[in-house]
């Protein structure tokens, strides 16, 4: 069984930055990745990367802003969002699976709220 456990999440004014954190434990995750979902909205994908750490991939409204970055000694996965907007205001949920597009392990979420 494995287990994410996502922090970093807060309140936040415009073009301020965040960092967001998911330890994963009970197992290695080939692909993790982060999705966010606001009021009234799906999930959507935010980032992903691999095993390595050389494959990464983003939302186009993120590219530029974020970056994606995994630890694999400390089996964590780190979303850094730069230059936020109130646009970026969701749940930030952190996800892990066998491969690229497929997540069969989620965290429970972690809240950030930007401010205009």
């Known amino acids: 069984q494995g287990q994410l456990v996502e922090s970093g999440g807060g309140l936040v004014q415009a073009g301020d930055s965040l960092r967001l954190s998911c330890a994963a434990s009970?197992?290695?995750?080939?692909?993790m990745g982060w999705f966010r979902q606001a009021p009234g909205k799906e999930r959507e994908f935010v980032a992903a990367i691999g095993r390595s750490g050389k494959s990464t991939y983003y939302a186009d409204s993120v590219k530029g802003r974020f970056t994606i970055s995994r630890d694999n000694a400390k089996n964590t996965v780190y979303l850094q969002m730069n230059s936020l907007k109130p646009e970026d205001t969701a749940v930030y949920y952190c996800?892990?699976?066998?491969?690229?597009?497929?997540?069969?392990?989620w965290g429970q979420g972690t809240q950030v709220t930007v401010s205009s």
């Open positions: 009970g197992r290695t995750f080939i692909t």
């Open positions: 996800a892990a699976g066998p491969t690229l597009g497929m997540y069969d392990y």
